[in-house]
């Protein structure tokens, strides 16, 4: 089993339509979570970050927490054509200690 | 604020030769990362240095590979005698530690192609 699991997709949505990305992971004390952002020939850049279990929400972009089900999730509300990227699920903390621990990414495609 | 900054930015070299690669990190992180990215293996961590001192470097592929950070503002990735395998993408990270794990910030990466 992968310590970080994503589907690879592509997820295909319409413009102005609601993207669900979902991550699960594997250690149980996984402290900090995050989502990245990698536009093809870039680097990855941070969108967002969560700690505790809930939701947070940062402009069109919500993440989602749930630790009991080990399980981390980012939508984004209004999609727009530039949306269109690879996302990577990152995690650490628990034995992972300070390293961050990456999932394959997901592709999403948004269609206008 | 300058971010991470990485050179250089492409890389083309015959195989057998050393290539070194460098990293200065955001001005007051005190951990830097190093990371190779390809479409087969992903992002995958390579070796990482907390206030200049290597923490974790089983990342690291063989002893070809080798990396320093001399100082809190400079790290160097290098690998001698290069090999195609090793054509991938590069990145450097850097973060403040700080107890709670803080995110990771990304330089644009080094295209290394080994011929």
């Known amino acids: 089993q992968k310590e970080v699991e994503q589907n690879s997709g592509p997820l295909s949505v319409p413009e102005g339509a609601i993207a669900s990305l979902n991550c699960t992971y594997s250690d149980r004390g996984s402290q900090s979570f995050f989502w990245y952002r990698q536009y093809s020939g870039k680097s990855p850049e941070l969108i967002m970050s969560i700690y505790s279990n809930g939701d947070k929400e940062d402009g069109r972009f919500t993440a989602q927490l749930n630790k009991a089900s080990q399980y981390v999730s980012l939508l984004i509300r209004d999609s727009q054509p530039s949306d269109s990227a690879t996302y990577l699920c990152a995690v650490n903390g628990g034995e992972y200690g300070n390293k961050l621990v990456f999932g394959a990414g997901t592709i999403l495609r948004v269609k206008s | 604020d300058a971010g991470v900054i990485q050179s250089p930015r492409h890389e083309v070299t015959e195989m057998g030769q050393e290539v070194t690669l460098r990293c200065k990190p955001i001005?007051?992180?005190?951990?830097l990362f190093w990371y190779r990215q390809t479409m087969m293996r992903g992002l995958e961590l390579l070796i990482y240095?907390?206030?200049?001192?290597?923490?974790?470097d089983s990342g690291m592929p063989e002893d070809r590979f080798s990396a320093k950070m001399p100082n809190a503002s400079f790290s160097t990735l290098k690998i001698q005698p290069s090999e195609p395998r090793d054509s991938a993408v590069y990145f450097c990270?850097?973060?403040?530690?700080?107890?709670?794990?803080?995110?990771?910030?990304f330089g644009d990466g080094t295209r290394l192609s080994i011929l």
């Open positions: 990270a850097s973060s403040w530690d700080r107890g709670r794990n803080q995110p990771q910030h």
């Open positions: 001005s007051g992180h005190n951990s």
């Open positions: 240095f907390n206030n200049n001192v290597p923490i974790d």
